[in-house]
Each structure stands twice: as structure tokens, then as C-alpha cells.
């Protein structure tokens, strides 16, 4: 009898209880869910969630007349049929593609295929940028877009203009989440305000592959995570992973980049964003904000410190540093031997003074 009674009470109550606490969503010490998912490995054509169009790019890019439904170009850009080109090969340009529709979900997957590339040997740069701002189509210095920016950047960055202790290999994929407060510094390549500390992001190989380039940005549950396929294998790889970042609905995707001295093709293939679920629970003492009015932040950063002027990286390139040293060492032994045959003759004239 007591059987018959617990058993439905159980099979209602703890069994979902289980699956919850199984589930891969788990608690963050603030009480807000956080996402632990591992997509390394996974195929770069599997989609999750739900597809967005309005927030997406695809070929063909016109529609109907001669702009890009959802989209709106800026600076240098250029539209094909193959690729939308937002630099040429040139010194001292800017372009961007801008989505003209708010986000209105809270979690969302959006992945980028693009192409960087040019025919410039080691001399190259400066790179691109993915935005999730306030304020969209804005043209500034930050790879193409406004400084002190609220929301999300992800830097793409081909060109080291740092060589301190915090220096790292290029190109380079890193992020910033900005309340408008904080500034870029390109001389430090943003590792000052760079999210999850100064060594948080990865080395990126992505420039003049024969083959397809793809990054995805996938922002749930308060955890920016980033995943790359730079080598064609059609599988993604991570970059980074940070928790505790928190972007409210509302704003707008874009990608831009840039050119200075050094220059480079910036092409955009394709966009693709995707809608995802996630059971936001709050605990018992946090207040349950919209969505529109919350602060962009985030919990882990570069520590501060600070901003020591460091000589410029040499725009040589490996080859011409190589040269440089081959010619140095070179005048070296040239002058070595010079000096060789200047005591020689001196000591042979010595000689004939005794005779």
C-alpha cells in the first residue's frame, strides 16, 4: 500500500530532480547556471539551436535590388558573388558589413567563414574584428570600428605591434568585453583589457590557406567560448573558454578590418547564427534582470598594470631580419679581415726598418 503511494511520487519528482542535476548545466558560484559543453572535435556542419536568418549571410548576398538583405556595408567594402570584401590588398583602408537587426535572444552560436590573405611575404596586417556592440557601423581605430565600445569584440590579429613580456605569436584570436570605459591599446595588441587575462585566446594560423577558415563564437550561459578550424580538417578546435561574461540583448553583429602601413585582403564568406536554449536560473538572493538592461562585464580579465612604451616590432619580417643579420655578420668578417691585413702590413714594415 505505502508502495503503491511513493512510488508514483517518486517516478514524478526525483527521477526529473536527477536528470536535472545530470544534465550538462551546472551551477557557478554566483548561483547563475553556467554552460559546460566540450565542442572540440565536432564537425564545423553540425548546427545547433535554431538558425537565424535575419542575423545571417549567405550566398547570394543581393537581394532583390542592389543591397544585402539584413546587412548594411561600410568604408572600402565590396560585394561579389564569391565573397564580400571588406579591405583590398592596400595601405590605410577600412571596411565592415554590419547585421541591422538587434539580437533579441540571450544565447547564441555564430559562426564566420572568411579569408585572409594577400601577397606580401611576412609584411602584413593589421587584421579584423567580430562585434556584438551597442552601436553599430561606427568607424574608429580599433581594426576598423570605435574605441570605448560597449559589448563584445574579437580580434582576429595579424600584426604583433608588442614585444614586452606579455608578447605572443601572431595571428592572434583574442576578446574584450567593454563598457564603454576601456581603451584598446593597439601598441599592447589589447592584452591590457584582454578577457581572461593577457595569455587567453590562441595562436590562429588562419592566413592564405587554400582551404576554408572558420571561427565560432558561441556566447551561453554566461561562457564566451571560441572554436577555430584553420587547418581544414572540418572539425573545430578551441581557442578559449571564459565564464562569467555577461551581454545584454539588444545588440548588433559585425565584422570589420583594417589596414595601416602594412596591408592584406579581409573577405567574408559567410555567416551563420543560431538561437540556443538554456534554463537561466537565478538563486534565491540574485535579481532577475532584463536581459536589455544588463551591464556588459565580465568576472575574469587581464590584471592591471602599467603601460610601458616598447619599442615598435620590426615590419621586416623573419626573411628581412635574417637578411639583416647574414649582412651584419658579413661586414663583421669583412672588417676582421681588413684589420688582419692592416697589423700584417704593419709588421712587415716594421721588419724592413732593421734591415
Not at 548594411?72 to 564580400?84: E, F, L, R
Not at 614585444?163 to 601598441?187: E, F, K, R, T
Request: charge should be negative; glycine fraction near 10%.
Amino acid at each position: 500500500m505505502l508502495w503503491s503511494i511513493m512510488y508514483p511520487l517518486a517516478h514524478h519528482l526525483f527521477l526529473p530532480f536527477l536528470a536535472y542535476c545530470l544534465s550538462v548545466q551546472v551551477m557557478s558560484a554566483n548561483g547563475q547556471q553556467q554552460e559546460q559543453i566540450q565542442l572540440s572535435d565536432t564537425s564545423v556542419d553540425e548546427w545547433r539551436g535554431y538558425y537565424r536568418k535575419e542575423h545571417s549571410l549567405a550566398k547570394p548576398y543581393q537581394g532583390n535590388g542592389m543591397g544585402i538583405p539584413y546587412w548594411d556595408i561600410q568604408g572600402t567594402t565590396m560585394v561579389t558573388g564569391q565573397y564580400v570584401r571588406l579591405t583590398a590588398d592596400t595601405q590605410s583602408v577600412q571596411g565592415g558589413i554590419w547585421n541591422n537587426v538587434p539580437v533579441n535572444v540571450r544565447d547564441w552560436e555564430l559562426h564566420v567563414n572568411f579569408a585572409i590573405h594577400g601577397s606580401t611575404g611576412d609584411l602584413f596586417g593589421d587584421g579584423a574584428a567580430i562585434w556584438y556592440v551597442q552601436d553599430p557601423a561606427q568607424a574608429g581605430p580599433v581594426f576598423g570600428s570605435k574605441d570605448y565600445f560597449r559589448g563584445l569584440g574579437v580580434f582576429l590579429d595579424t600584426y604583433s605591434n608588442h614585444n614586452g613580456p606579455h608578447v605572443h605569436g601572431h595571428p592572434y584570436i583574442s576578446a574584450m568585453v567593454n563598457n564603454g570605459s576601456l581603451h584598446y591599446d593597439h601598441d599592447m595588441d589589447g592584452t591590457h583589457t584582454q578577457l581572461g587575462g593577457e595569455h587567453t585566446g590562441c595562436e590562429a594560423k588562419f592566413r592564405n590557406r587554400q582551404y576554408q577558415t572558420q571561427i565560432m563564437i558561441r556566447y551561453v550561459g554566461d561562457v564566451l567560448s571560441i572554436y577555430t578550424d584553420v587547418l581544414g580538417t572540418g572539425q573545430w578546435k578551441e581557442c578559449m573558454s571564459v565564464g562569467g561574461v555577461q551581454l545584454p540583448t539588444g545588440y548588433y553583429f559585425g565584422i570589420t578590418a583594417a589596414t595601416g602601413d602594412l596591408s592584406d585582403y579581409h573577405d567574408i564568406i559567410s555567416i551563420r547564427m543560431f538561437e540556443q536554449e538554456f534554463a537561466h536560473v537565478q538563486d534565491g538572493t540574485a535579481v532577475t534582470l532584463d536581459p536589455r538592461q544588463r551591464e556588459p562585464y565580465a568576472q575574469n580579465v587581464a590584471a592591471p598594470r602599467d603601460h610601458v612604451d616598447q619599442p615598435p616590432a620590426s615590419k621586416l619580417g623573419w626573411i628581412g631580419t635574417t637578411v639583416l643579420v647574414i649582412l651584419g655578420g658579413g661586414l663583421c668578417v669583412l672588417v676582421l679581415w681588413f684589420g688582419v691585413i692592416f697589423v700584417n702590413h704593419r709588421q712587415q714594415m716594421s721588419k724592413k726598418r732593421f734591415y
